[in-house]
């Protein structure tokens, strides 16, 4: 099968829950959502999916080559999948760093130990600053609305 003759034999197929409009967070991770990764756990054309998708050059949100993305970070990976079908190049990670943890995401690992508590404090210490920028000037919450 070449070019993009496969797609219309795949699993999904036409199945528009694959890329659901104006996708969040919590409405991916919704075990409905999750669910169809079971469907790209038995498909033949991962690595050909995420070639033609491009899902994270293109920002996706959604279903692609047996990950659920949202804007073109991996939220979670269907069984069986390997790190080959990600067809961009593995660079080497940088472990106990934020950075560490965007490139695991990106490889479509679940991030290491210390990556994943790096990604977390940096996170808490974005929270902290927000929080005290809120309060020196308390007007600049509304303003943004
Ligand atoms: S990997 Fe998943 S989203 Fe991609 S073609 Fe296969 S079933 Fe569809
Ligand atoms: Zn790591």
Do not use: Y
């Not at 659901?20 to 999916?49: I, K, M, N, Q």
């Not at 998708?53 to 293109?58: A, G």
């Amino acid at each position: 099968m070449s070019g993009t003759e496969w797609v219309r034999g795949a699993l999904c197929a036409g199945d528009t829950r694959f890329t659901p409009d104006g996708a969040t967070e919590d409405s991916l991770r919704a075990p409905a959502v999750r669910d169809l990764l079971t469907v790209c756990e038995a498909c033949p054309f991962r690595s050909r999916c995420v070639a033609l998708v491009l899902p994270r050059h293109s920002r996706f949100d959604g279903v692609c080559g047996g990950r659920l993305w949202l804007d073109g970070r991996v939220l979670d990976t269907c069984a069986g999948a390997r790190q080959s079908e990600l067809t961009e190049e593995a660079s080497p990670i940088t472990h106990g760093t934020e950075a560490g943890a965007r490139a695991h995401n990106r490889r479509g690992e679940t991030a290491c130990r210390w990556c994943k508590e790096a990604g977390r404090l940096a996170q808490r210490e974005r929270r902290r600053r927000k929080r005290a920028a809120d309060q020196t000037n308390p007007t600049h919450t509304k303003e943004k609305k």
